[in-house]
């Protein structure tokens, strides 16, 4: 399932790679594209959206409703 999260607090690669890694740890087979520019993070999974918004705000990152 494709779930698209605006995530504000992005401002590099390494953040970008932070919230990768995040969200892998949840679903290692998650498919995930972040266009920073437009605080846009996509992530093709199966796990709950509860569970993908946890990890990104667990990183540090804010997810906007």
């Known amino acids: 399932m494709n779930q698209n999260f605006t995530v504000t607090g992005m401002t590099c690669g390494h ?22 520019t437009q605080n846009l993070v996509q992530v093709e999974s199966t796990q ?14 804010a997810v906007a409703a």
């Open 48 to 61: 709950p959206r509860e569970a993908l918004a946890a990890a990104i705000t667990e990183e540090g990152y």
């Open 15 to 36: 953040c970008e790679k932070a919230v990768t890694r995040a969200l892998r740890q949840v679903d290692p087979q998650a498919e995930v594209k972040i266009d920073r």
